[in-house]
């Protein structure tokens, strides 16, 4: 395997592990944080915001279309978060 490979699998793991953190962190305070004049909706907006640029950073170090049906995904972390801790 190149070098070049290698770091690309690094950064993309560090991209992915940090930001989907801070991502599955604002979801978690939005979802346990009293509602504060919408603070409980824009701490999801910007939740999903934070996986979409992850996903779309991941795609760009790799030299891929930002434009992929795994934006979806993006969502997929505050909606667990939400059901976990709301509705369970």
């Given at each position: 395997?190149h070098?070049?490979?290698?770091?690309k699998?690094?950064?993309?793991?560090l991209?992915?592990?940090?930001?989907m953190?801070?991502?599955?962190a604002m979801?978690l305070?939005?979802?346990?944080?009293a509602d504060?004049g919408?603070?409980?909706?824009?701490?999801?907006?910007?939740?999903?915001?934070?996986?979409?640029?992850?996903?779309?950073?991941?795609?760009?170090?790799?030299?891929?279309?930002a434009?992929?049906?795994w934006?979806?995904?993006?969502?997929?972390?505050?909606v667990?978060?939400?059901?976990?801790?709301l509705?369970?």
């Amino acid at each position: 395997m190149h070098i070049e490979q290698v770091k690309k699998y690094v950064l993309s793991s560090l991209l992915c592990s940090v930001v989907m953190l801070h991502s599955a962190a604002m979801a978690l305070l939005g979802a346990t944080a009293a509602d504060k004049g919408g603070a409980r909706q824009g701490l999801f907006v910007i939740s999903v915001l934070l996986g979409a640029i992850a996903i779309v950073g991941v795609r760009l170090i790799n030299k891929l279309s930002a434009l992929t049906p795994w934006l979806l995904g993006a969502i997929v972390i505050p909606v667990v978060v939400y059901y976990i801790v709301l509705w369970r």
